[in-house]
């Protein structure tokens, strides 16, 4: 029989353990444990950085779609075909990030129309998930 005090010491009370099997380990070695962090991800405590300062602190989301700030600059380059001249041209569609053709416009001296302004906005960093492996954490409550 192992030493009671021993076992208390070896596996106090917060501990976490894991296992790679989906047993119900709520009475492990005589203690009561409860199975946390579900479906998320493990991340190390760090006191400098106020997403991760407080010890069972949960955040991210599982699936994200990606808005128009987060997707890379586009750039577009619409040309009338080979070195031929534009005969309608392009210009801003009010309230829209795209160019529609202009009628009534002929230009021989430039054909080629270059957008050089991103149509999209500069991207910003969005939540990804790194590759995984789905394991059982418990911690001792009692």
């Known amino acids: 029989m192992l030493n009671p005090k021993l076992l208390v010491e070896a596996f106090p009370l917060n501990k976490v353990e894991v296992f790679f099997d989906a047993l119900d380990h709520s009475n492990f070695l ?25 010890i069972g602190k949960t955040g991210g989301e599982k ?30 569609t009010p309230g829209a990030d795209y160019y529609s053709l202009k009628t009534g416009v002929t230009n021989s001296n430039s054909p080629k129309l270059t957008a050089n302004n991103p149509i999209m906005h500069t991207p910003l960093a969005h939540e990804n998930r790194p590759p995984y492996i789905v394991m059982a954490f418990w911690k001792r409550i009692a």
């Open 30 to 54: 005589g203690f009561t444990w409860e199975r946390i962090a579900e479906g998320k991800f493990p991340v190390g405590y760090n006191p400098n950085d106020s997403d991760y300062n407080q």
């Open 63 to 92: 699936a994200h779609k990606l808005t128009k700030e987060e997707l890379p600059p586009t750039y577009i380059y619409p040309n009338e075909g080979n070195n031929d001249p534009i005969t309608g041209g392009y210009e801003p």
